[in-house]
């Protein structure tokens, strides 16, 4: 089953990398009363280097395919599965 969050817009170029770019973003994303603080599930202080590679991975995958597709080399070197 497809929830909501899991849903990718006209605009993305390459799907699976806007997936990823939504899991990444689930579990790392501001704590919601303390920006200097971590949210549950990360142990990094805000904005921890998840945060930013699903910031990147969200505009890579909307961008011209030639970019997602070196955005997806990059993530994976970086240790980070592009999966849905
Ligand atoms: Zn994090």
Redesign the pocket.
């Known amino acids: 089953m497809i929830t909501s969050s899991r849903r990718v817009g006209e605009d993305v170029t390459d799907p699976l990398l806007a997936r990823t770019a939504t899991r ?1 973003a689930d ?3 501001q704590h919601p009363d303390d920006a200097g603080r ?2 549950a ?4 202080a ?6 930013q590679w699903a910031v990147r991975a969200g505009a890579a995958a909307r961008g011209p395919w030639h970019e997602a597709w070196t955005f997806r080399h990059d993530i994976l070197a970086a240790g980070i599965t592009v999966a849905g």
């Open positions: 990444l579990r790392h994303h971590w949210a599930g990360c142990t990094q805000w904005p921890c280097p998840m945060s």
